[in-house]
């Protein structure tokens, strides 16, 4: 099955910029759509934004459009989340995430067939 390891998480001021990557260990990336995702302790995962398995498409969680970026390079098997303006609402552990079930890519945790471990990132004011 798929493993997928995030990197790039760190401390960041306000206004300040991130870039995530997720690391894809399947032999047939471009067969998953794949997702970011973030969570705190003790909450559920939010979708971040999503990428269909062309790259193709995109779709953002309202409260971080215009601000972060999906993008994916089928050729190395990594999916990348570009942050910028970060703000301190936007601290926790982000995952990656794949997708194969479902024909179009999904704001849903379960949704998705693998994640990774997460990665933290820590906006401060």
């Known amino acids: 099955q798929v493993q997928l390891a995030e990197s790039g998480g760190g401390l960041v001021q306000a206004g300040g910029s991130l870039r995530l990557s997720c690391a894809a260990s399947a032999r047939t990336f471009s067969n998953y759509n794949m997702g970011w995702f973030r969570q705190n302790p003790g909450k559920e995962h939010d979708f971040v934004a999503g990428?269909?398995?062309?790259?193709?498409?995109?779709i953002y969680a309202d409260s971080v459009k215009g601000r972060f970026t999906i993008s994916r390079d089928n050729a190395k098997n990594t999916v990348y989340l570009q942050m910028n303006s970060l703000k301190p609402e936007d601290t926790a552990v982000y995952y990656c995430?794949?997708?194969?079930?479902?024909?179009?890519?999904?704001?849903?945790?379960?949704?998705?067939?693998?994640w990774g471990q997460g990665t933290q990132v820590t906006v401060s004011s």
């Open positions: 995430a794949a997708d194969r079930r479902r024909l179009g890519v999904g704001r849903e945790w379960d949704q998705y067939d693998a």
């Open positions: 990428i269909t398995r062309s790259g193709g498409g995109t």
